[in-house]
């Protein structure tokens, strides 16, 4: 239960690093596929929950509620598992759309040769889940 918590907390912080300034060794990249027709590359960059995921096009997705989400934990370089998990729980943030399009959207992401703190050792971490998210252009 405690890997669990710890690799679901790896796994928050580089969702939720979805656009606050940062450097560039703090950027991560998602794939995005959502209901109004985009289908491609995020960028987010950022430590903070709530941030927003900007596509090449300039295209900037807010969240406004995560859906299911699932993670796995791997020893770098392998298939070995070191915990999984998923969450089919709904997470809503209180955010004004402001007339803005809603979108429901799928990520995932794989990100190899994390340090997991909790953990104590490196990671490779795949992700997916589920994002409502406003959208502006």
């Given amino acids: ?26 950027k991560e990249t998602f794939q995005l596929t959502c209901d109004n027709g985009f289908d491609g590359t995020v960028v987010g960059t950022g430590n903070g929950q709530w941030t927003p995921a900007i596509a090449e096009d300039g295209t900037v997705f ?3 509620a995560f859906g299911a989400f699932s993670a796995t934990a791997y020893e770098p370089g392998t298939n070995n598992v070191i ?20 979108t ?17 050792q490196v990671i490779d971490l795949t992700f997916s889940g589920e994002v409502t998210a406003t959208v502006r252009r």
Wanted: net charge negative; aromatic share 6%; with cysteine.
């Fill in 62 to 64: 807010v969240p406004i």
């Fill in 104 to 120: 429901e959207c799928t990520f995932s992401s794989s990100q190899y040769n994390v340090y997991d703190e909790e953990l104590g």
């Fill in 83 to 102: 915990v999984s998990f998923s969450d089919d729980s709904v997470v809503a943030k209180k955010a004004q759309q402001r007339g803005r399009a809603v």
């Fill in 1 to 26: 239960m405690l890997k669990r918590a710890l690799v679901a907390a790896s796994a928050v912080v580089l969702v939720a690093g979805l656009a606050a300034p940062a450097s560039a060794a703090e």
